[in-house]
């Protein structure tokens, strides 16, 4: 199910009611009501519904978490995720999928969930609302897990929207006890560094995208019985658009205004432009 937030509930609800298994998209719904209900409908279908978040599908990640499941940093300390782009603007038809916070955000309050092993205990959240739009484009929050880790997660659409060659900056660090993992690409190459307490490894390979194919084949394999694999769950996915819809709401009332709606005018023609000349992210980063 690969439509907008919107028409997803409906769409699902149908395939579950002629008994399929679905593979979906992110957010389930356009808000945590509708989600929660459509998730008390899956969870009694007996049907299978995997959700595209996508950062468990690629190979650095896989790599990073194999690294500190095997306890070569020791006991988890802190993890920071970094996903800063200029990416859609405010009434660029992002509105089912909500600000970026819940739609990009998501994957990873998800992610550094994931890697912590944990639920989350507490955060404090702050936004900027740039062009002095009403929803925060640029939200920081930290906080900690109830196992005691720290995390750190920053995200934004409005990196440097007007610069003459974009760019973007994604980075992701765990920090052990003994030693740390750390990630970085610009949307063409992914560097790794492991550090652990016996090992010390550097990895450099292809972004390539959300390897769709990679979750397509291994929901395959589960639904045909030839693997057991931890897929990500439609539970996986409400459970993460909740704490990032709930982390949106605690920084919309702790946010700032910076600029004003005459430079997202500005903002949006530049952008405009620049698609055009197929210079505008991400399109810009992948050639």
């Not at 990640?61 to 194999?66: P, S």
């Not at 993460?240 to 709606?261: D, F, K, N």
């Amino acid at each position: 199910m690969f439509t907008l937030a919107d028409a997803r509930p409906g769409l699902i609800e149908r395939a579950l009611d002629e008994g399929l298994h679905v593979l979906a998209e992110k957010p389930l719904g356009s808000d945590a009501a509708q989600e929660e209900r459509l998730l008390a409908r899956i969870e009694s279908s007996g049907r299978l519904v995997v959700v595209n978040l996508f950062n468990r599908n690629t190979w650095y990640h896989q790599f990073m978490i194999d690294f500190v499941r095997s306890g070569q940093l020791g006991r988890l300390v802190s993890i920071e995720a970094v996903h800063l782009t200029p990416d859609l603007l405010p009434t660029e038809g992002h509105q089912p999928e909500g600000p970026p916070f819940r739609d990009c955000g998501m994957h990873y309050v998800d992610l550094v969930c994931w890697y912590a092993g944990s639920d989350f205990a507490e955060w404090d959240a702050r936004g900027l609302r740039l062009w002095d739009w009403p929803d925060p484009w640029w939200v920081d929050v930290h906080g900690h897990f109830r196992n005691g880790t720290l995390f750190r997660i920053a995200q934004t659409f409005g990196y440097g929207q007007q610069a003459e060659q974009v760019a973007a900056r994604s980075q992701f660090e765990v920090v052990g006890s003994h030693g740390v993992v750390r990630m970085r690409h610009d949307f063409a190459e992914v560097i790794v560094e492991c550090h652990g307490r016996s090992s010390t490894v550097q990895r450099a390979g292809p972004y390539q995208g959300k390897r769709l194919d990679v979750l397509a084949e291994r929901f395959a394999d589960v639904i045909e019985g030839r693997a057991v694999v931890d897929l990500p769950s439609a539970a996986d996915s409400v459970a993460a658009a909740r704490t990032a819809e709930e982390m949106l709401c605690a920084a919309r009332r702790r946010s700032t205004a910076i600029g004003t709606a005459a430079d997202l005018d500005k903002a949006l023609r530049y952008r405009a432009a620049l698609k055009q000349q197929g210079r505008a992210f991400p399109e810009a980063l992948l050639t």
